[in-house]
């Protein structure tokens, strides 16, 4: 069975600083996708970021990095230069082989002026 | 492009009532999903679409859930009767196909408060 673990509830940076995010997986599929998600005050979840378990390279998005530890099964998120509208909540999720995609519990990252 | 539609974007039933959420998908995605959010928690998948056929529905309570996707193209949530623990957010997403790369593309959920 495929788990995510967001081992901290909440997370609080200044503006303008880098802050990490961090998400735990186990999976036993060779084959796995891992992506993180914002999710504002709104509602709406919004893809960030995306990670095949086969990509050579860490995926970067614009401000966002993921920092993916295979042998460790970690999939951080690094969001650089943070701005006021980070503060939401942040999904870490992962999909393997032909599983559904399941989500950790969330992170709440508070960017402070 | 336009993005995943939902409504209503709120709903306030009594318990035992019946509810119906609506869907409309990004254009051309074959791949549509209704997720369970309650609060403090990730989404849940409850029922999966590929066109009009299900693919997963191993977590939709089918004693009172249903879900339709005539056509292939927008779909229906329905909760009949609804208990106080269906209170939650109900996302819908759909992506291009059922590919393990594929991201899923979220609309702006129902909240849905049962009391």
Known sequence: AQKITQTQPGMFVQEKEAVTLD????????????????????????????????????????RYSLNFQKAR????????????GDSAMYFCAMRGGSEKLVFGKGTKLTVNP | EAGVAQSPRYKIIEKRQSVA???????????LYWYQQILGQGPKLLIQFQNNGVVDDSQLPKDRFS???????????????????DSAVYLCASSPQDWQRDTQYFGPGTRLTVL
């Open chain 1, 73 to 84: 099964k970690s999939a951080n998120l690094v969001i650089s230069a943070s701005q006021l």
């Open chain 2, 21 to 31: 959420f609506w869907c409309n998908p990004i254009s051309g995605h074959a791949t």
């Open chain 1, 23 to 62: 998400c735990t997986y186990d999976t036993s599929d060779p084959s796995y996708g891992l992506f993180w998600y914002k999710q504002p005050s709104s509602g709406e979840m919004i893809f960030l970021i995306y990670q095949g378990s086969y990509d050579q390279q860490n995926a970067t998005e614009g």
């Open chain 2, 67 to 85: 879900a339709e996707r005539l056509k292939g193209v927008d779909s229906t949530l329905k909760i009949q009767p609804a208990k106080l623990e």
